[in-house]
Nanobody, 113 residues
């Protein structure tokens, strides 16, 4: 059974950094994704590790965010640098690409304007 739980959100000043963690289980063979949803916005995929190991970023975060996985566990991360007010929202990790999609409950990120 796939389970996902986010941690590491918080409040930072503009230009600051945060690292989100997703503690996962049962995700072998899945794509791993970080998505976010801000107020009045649809959920947006920001970073994905595909099953072939390739990585994709949204244009809005490329060069500032990095997705990576601990090679010895099922924990994966989103390193977020140079955070801006438009980055604030609820961040979700997900396991996808095998029919059913699984999501965590989310971790809140707030950035001072």
């Amino acid at each position: 059974q796939v389970q996902l739980e986010e941690s590491g959100g918080g409040y930072v000043q503009r230009g600051g950094s945060l690292r989100l963690s997703c503690t996962a289980s049962g995700t072998s063979g899945y794509c791993l994704r970080w998505s976010r949803q801000g107020r009045s916005r649809m959920r947006e995929a920001v970073a994905t590790v595909n099953t072939d190991g390739t990585i994709e970023y949204s244009d809005s975060v490329r060069g500032r965010f990095s997705i990576f996985k601990d090679p010895t566990t099922e924990v994966f991360y989103l390193q977020m640098n140079n955070l801006q007010p438009e980055d604030r929202g609820m961040y979700y990790c997900a396991a996808l690409c095998r029919g059913a999609n699984y999501w965590g409950r989310g971790s809140q990120v707030a950035v001072a304007s």
